[in-house]
């Protein structure tokens, strides 16, 4: 292709015939690029001394694209058929439900069987099963962290943590126990919790889903007063690995609150005790939030009339006070709305001073 011969179609337009412009041989027109033949060398063609140097490419013709484009549009769909029927033939597993739970909670009244005894907090205490407890968050023991299947030793470290911060925030905090603040305790929840944890403070209700007394501890501050702000406490937590994104932390603990009459300082004081079984559920945002989701929480307190309405506060019978129904209120089995049924139980003797 380096001779001097003219283009097929002859000169091209606008250059000057004749062999004098010395770059007649190295330009060419559109015509002469088109009819050009295109060859190429193949690896056994080069090999060989004697075989032909060159091999022709196959011409493309215009036929051929929708030969390849059919073909193509074949194979997507046999891929897709294909696909569909390893998925239909594979069980499917829905994405775990990240959203928290509602608090179930449950509160059960200890009716005394007499009158409750009264006398000065550290004497009661002296007299009492809780003598050997320890005072407030010393009393909320930590258990070795060990990491599990799917989280670390620290992230466990994290969940005990927020746990026991709970722990302490909503039964041992004199704000939350006087009724001044619930705030501490708020903070402390997952948001998707918020809004019931808001409703059971401001409009309480024994409906298992609402009561106050199921996320926290506190007393009518116009009826009770702390005698005494070291809280009593024993108990135990324990952490396990729910599913391969939750852990869950269980915690069973006992407060002892040394409490009088409101306004009376002079008062003799008496004991109330509150047993706390609650279930923390923690996915990894809440590990790095430092927030729980309370899942269940099942509470035990007396001396306490079973007549008493303790989903707003507790009603602790004082000392000197007996109660005055043994047998819980009313339940209606035909009412339509939701009512459960009131708990109620005999506080054991053993149990007071």
């Known amino acids: 292709m380096a001779g001097s011969g003219d283009p097929p179609e002859g000169t091209p337009e606008g250059l000057p015939g004749g062999g004098e412009d010395e770059y007649r041989s190295v330009v060419f027109d559109e015509s002469f690029v088109r009819a050009a033949r295109l060859q190429e060398f193949s690896a056994q063609e080069r090999m060989g001394e004697h075989a032909q140097a060159v091999r022709r490419r196959p011409a493309w013709h215009p036929r051929a694209g929708p030969r390849h484009g059919s073909l193509a549009l074949v194979l997507v769909i046999a891929f897709a058929l294909a696909a569909a029927i390893y998925a239909g033939a594979r069980p499917y597993h829905p994405p775990p439900d990240q959203r928290a739970e509602p608090l179930r909670a449950t509160i059960v009244s200890l009716a005394p069987q007499g009158v409750v005894p009264g006398g000065e907090p550290a004497r009661l205490f002296a007299r009492s099963p809780a003598d050997q407890f320890r005072s407030g968050a010393a009393g909320i023991a930590m258990p070795p962290a060990r990491s599990t299947a799917h989280f670390s030793e620290n992230q466990v470290v994290a969940a005990l943590d927020t746990a026991k911060d709970y722990l302490v925030r909503s039964a041992l905090d004199p704000d939350v126990l006087t009724g001044d603040a619930v705030r501490p305790v708020r903070l402390l929840l997952d948001p998707e919790q918020l809004e019931q944890f808001d409703r059971s403070v401001t409009s309480p209700a024994d409906d298992g889903r609402h009561a106050a007394t199921g996320w926290l501890v506190r007393f009518d501050p ?132």
């Open 222 to 353: 116009r009826k009770v007063a702390l005698a005494d702000t070291a809280v009593r406490v024993r108990g135990t937590l324990r952490v396990d690995e729910a599913v391969p994104d939750v852990l869950e932390v269980t915690a069973d603990h006992t407060f002892v609150y040394a409490v009088r009459p409101a306004g009376t300082e002079r008062a003799e004081s008496s004991l109330f005790t509150v047993r706390r079984q609650m279930l923390f559920r923690f996915d990894r945002d809440d590990l790095r939030m430092h927030r729980a989701e309370l899942v269940s929480s099942h509470v035990v307190a007396g001396p306490q009339s079973c007549s008493a309405e303790s989903a707003g506060a507790m009603r602790p019978l004082l000392a000197g006070q007996r109660a005055t129904q043994q047998s819980p209120r009313a339940t209606d089995p035909y009412a339509t709305e939701r009512v459960p049924a009131a708990l109620c139980g005999t506080l054991s003797p053993r149990a007071q001073p």
